[in-house]
């Protein structure tokens, strides 16, 4: 892709964090949108700030990404309401602090839900849409913690491992069959979102010696990107046509770290939490 102008990209999460900038910017460059996102108040959000941008036309849906039908149902009203779509950035996400016993089944249904099947969904039933213009992309928002993995955080270091796996895979096969269609696995670190403050922790961290009020204020704390620079850079990456993309010099560090280490960072990690 050599440019967003006139081209139509469909978000989801798109009313808060990364996804309510990947909007902003797109809409910058002359690219119509298709916005989701379960909370309405923060799609309203997006919608006015969109309103700067008079020539591009913008639809918003209020869903859950866990839902197929759901998901399905937007991917055709996309269509429909812009005749054609380009982008598909499955980007909406949620986080679980708790250990692998004390996580509920619930719990880890409902971060796989929207994690692993959300992204699932919205590739799916974005993909032969985005095949018909034969210049497109899929853009999967894994995380960090998509190549390393974190004391209580297992549950989401799953959900983003096998985010990892799947567009590697997609990736793949899209090269093999040069339908003009592409895709990008997305690693960011700490972006300064509303992520861990909406995050669900529970009281099993108390095993590991953690506090969960205070864990959300630890990791709200390493968040520092600011989520205007993570979208401008997910959107460079789209027009370079990467595979991977490492957002924050915390990613880079971790990242380099746990290949010369790939074994022994897992027991640094584990000093760390129990330092915290
Ligand atoms: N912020 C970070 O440090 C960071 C780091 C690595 C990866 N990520 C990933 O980036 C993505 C964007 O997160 P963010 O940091 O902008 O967080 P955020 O909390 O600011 O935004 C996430 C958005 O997803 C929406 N959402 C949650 N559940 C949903 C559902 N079931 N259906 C539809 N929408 C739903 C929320 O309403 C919210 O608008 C996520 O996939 C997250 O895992 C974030």
Not at 202 to 207: F, G, H, V, W, Y
Not at 223 to 238: F, K, Y
Request: positive net charge; proline residues 3%; charged residues 20%.
């Amino acid at each position: 892709m050599k440019n967003f102008k006139n081209k139509v990209a469909a978000i989801t999460g798109a009313g808060s964090g990364i996804g309510q900038q990947l909007a902003v910017l797109l809409a910058q460059q002359g690219c119509h949108l298709s916005l989701s996102d379960i909370n309405e108040k923060g799609l309203a959000q997006t919608t006015e700030l969109l309103k700067a941008y008079p020539e591009i036309t913008v639809t918003t849906k209020v869903l859950d990404v866990s839902n197929r039908d759901a998901v399905k149902q937007w991917a055709q009203d996309t269509v429909e309401d812009h005749g054609s779509v380009n982008m598909i950035f499955n980007n909406a996400g949620v986080a679980l602090g708790s250990t692998v016993e004390g996580a509920s089944y619930e719990d880890l249904e409902w971060i796989v839900g929207i994690n692993f099947w959300g992204v699932v969904y919205g590739t799916k039933e974005f993909l032969p849409f985005i095949k018909q213009t034969k210049d497109g992309h899929i853009i999967n928002i894994s995380s960090i913690f998509g190549l390393t993995s974190q004391p209580t955080q297992s549950a989401y270091n799953a959900t983003k491992f096998a985010v990892r796996g799947f567009t590697e895979s997609l990736r793949q096969e899209l090269d093999i069959e040069k339908s003009g269609v592409s895709s990008l696995c997305v690693h960011p670190g700490g972006i300064r979102t509303n992520i861990a403050k909406a995050a669900k922790m529970n009281d099993s961290m108390k095993s590991l010696g953690m506090d969960p009020g205070k864990s959300i204020k630890q990791f709200d704390k390493f968040l520092r990107t600011p989520p205007e620079e993570a979208a401008r850079q997910i959107l460079n990456a789209v027009l370079k046509d990467k595979r991977r993309l490492l957002i924050g010099a915390d990613a880079r560090i971790v990242d380099s770290f746990q290949r010369l280490f790939p074994t022994g960072y897992q027991r640094i990690a584990a000093l760390a939490t129990k330092m915290m």
